[in-house]
């Protein structure tokens, strides 16, 4: 099992830009091994796929944030990052993080993004 803990979200202007971190506890052999994604979800709204990135360090974005929104990890600090520029009011939302193996997924408790226009 694996806990996760985000941090970093809070209120910023369209246009702006935010840096979500995810913290990652358990065994570094583990995590190593994990997929890492980030999730958002808007109120009255289905929670969704943001960016993840693979073991393997393979990326992928939600067409919604490609070209705006980095996902990155470092292994050896067990944690994941999510570089959000030109941030939009759509953007708003609460943010998880995610980690998946063996079809086993961890959630952290999310953090609020509120981007005002």
């Known amino acids: 099992q694996v806990q996760l803990v985000e941090s970093g979200g809070g209120l910023v202007q369209a246009g702006g830009s935010l840096r979500l971190s995810c913290a990652a506890s358990g065994s570094t052999f583990l995590i190593n091994d994990m997929g890492l994604a980030w999730y958002r979800q808007a109120p009255g709204k289905q929670r969704e796929l943001v960016a993840s990135i693979a073991r393997g360090g393979s990326l992928g974005y939600a067409d919604s944030v490609k070209g705006r929104f980095t996902i990155s990890r470092d292994n050896a600090k067990k944690m994941v990052y999510l570089q959000m520029n030109s941030l939009k009011p759509e953007d708003t939302a609460v943010y998880y993080c995610?980690?998946?193996?063996?079809?086993?997924?961890?959630w952290g408790q999310g953090t609020q993004v509120t981007v005002s226009s």
């Open positions: 995610n980690a998946a193996f063996g079809g086993i997924h961890s």
